[in-house]
C-alpha cells in the first residue's frame, strides 16, 4: 500500500515537473516571438526614419544654400546698401587656397580682381605647395593692378593705392623660416659665451623671425578656399590675432560672399587685452 502511495506521489511530481518544463518553454517561445516581432518592426521602422532624417537635413541645407545664393545675388547688385561702402585700405587679407583646387590660376585671378574692385590694397596668397608663388609671374602679368609686395608694411601712409600688393606665401616658407631662427637664436646665446642664455619667450622668436625676413604682417583677415576648416599650415606666427573665415570651395566662390565676409570683418569689435 505505502509503495503505490509513493509511486502515485512520484508520478506526480513528474507530471508537475514536465507540466513546469512545458510552460517554461511556451514562455521562451512567447519570448522568442515578441524579440522576431520587435526587429521585424525595427527592421521596417529604422530605414524610414533614416530616410525622414536624411530628407529633412538635406531640405534644410538646400534651403540654407538657396538663401545664401540669393543674398549674394542681392549683394552683387548693389541693392543691400550696408555693403556698397567699405572702407579697407588699411586691411591685410590673407588668402588661403587647398592644394587640390590651387591650379585653377583663372579662379585666383578672378578673385583678386573681386578684392581690387572691393578696396583691399594687401592681399597674402597662400597654398601649402607653393604652386602659387611658382605662378607668380604669370599672375601678375594678368593681373595688371597687382604688383610684388617687398616688405611693405601694413597701415603705410605712402602705399601706392593704385595697386594690389602680392605677397606669395607657402609651408616651405615657415619651415625654412623656423630652422633660420632656432639656428640665430643658437648661434647668438648658446655659441656666445659672454651672456647668460634667456628662457625664451615670444618676443625673442618675433625677433628672430623678423631678423631672417619671415616676420611678416599679421594678416587682420584670412579666408580659406577649400573643402578643409583650418588655415592649411599657414605660418602660426602671423595668425595670432587674425579672424579666419571658411570660404567653401574655390569653384563655388561668389562675389557676394566675398563683400559679406569683408563687410562682416569690418563691423567686428577686436579686444587685444593689454
Known amino acids: 500500500m505505502m509503495l503505490c502511495t509513493n509511486m502515485v506521489r512520484l508520478l506526480g511530481f513528474v507530471e508537475l515537473r514536465n507540466f513546469e518544463s ?28 533614416w530616410h525622414i532624417l536624411h530628407f529633412v537635413i538635406s531640405t534644410w541645407y538646400c534651403a540654407q544654400y538657396i538663401a545664401h545664393v540669393i543674398e549674394s545675388y542681392f549683394i552683387s547688385s548693389g541693392l543691400m546698401k550696408r555693403y556698397k561702402s567699405l572702407n579697407l585700405d588699411r586691411l591685410y587679407l590673407a588668402v588661403v587656397v587647398d592644394s587640390e583646387e590651387v591650379h585653377q590660376t583663372s579662379k585666383v585671378i578672378e578673385l583678386l580682381h573681386w578684392l581690387s574692385a572691393i578696396g583691399v590694397k594687401n592681399v597674402c596668397l597662400y597654398d601649402a605647395e607653393g604652386v602659387l608663388k611658382k605662378s607668380k609671374e604669370a599672375i601678375l602679368e594678368r593681373l595688371d593692378v597687382a604688383k610684388l609686395s617687398e616688405g611693405t608694411i601694413k597701415n603705410d601712409p605712402l602705399l601706392d593705392q593704385k595697386h594690389i600688393n602680392l605677397e606669395f606665401a607657402s609651408y616651405s616658407d615657415g619651415k625654412e623660416a623656423v630652422a633660420k631662427s632656432a639656428n640665430l637664436l643658437f648661434v647668438k646665446y648658446y655659441l656666445g659665451r659672454d651672456q647668460k642664455v634667456p628662457i625664451f619667450i615670444e618676443s625673442h622668436i618675433t625677433e628672430a623671425l623678423k631678423t631672417v625676413g619671415s616676420g611678416g604682417p599679421d594678416p587682420d583677415l584670412l579666408l580659406v578656399y577649400g573643402p578643409a576648416r583650418c588655415h592649411l599650415g599657414f605660418p602660426a606666427w602671423r595668425i595670432r590675432y587674425t579672424e579666419i573665415v571658411h570660404m567653401g570651395p574655390l569653384k563655388s566662390m561668389k562675389y557676394g560672399s566675398l563683400v559679406k565676409a569683408m563687410q562682416k570683418f569690418t563691423i567686428v569689435r577686436q579686444n587685444y587685452g593689454k
Open 22 to 49: 512545458i510552460r517554461v518553454m511556451d514562455v521562451g517561445d512567447e519570448v522568442q516571438k515578441v524579440f522576431c516581432w520587435t526587429g521585424q518592426i525595427g527592421n521596417l521602422v529604422l530605414p524610414i526614419l
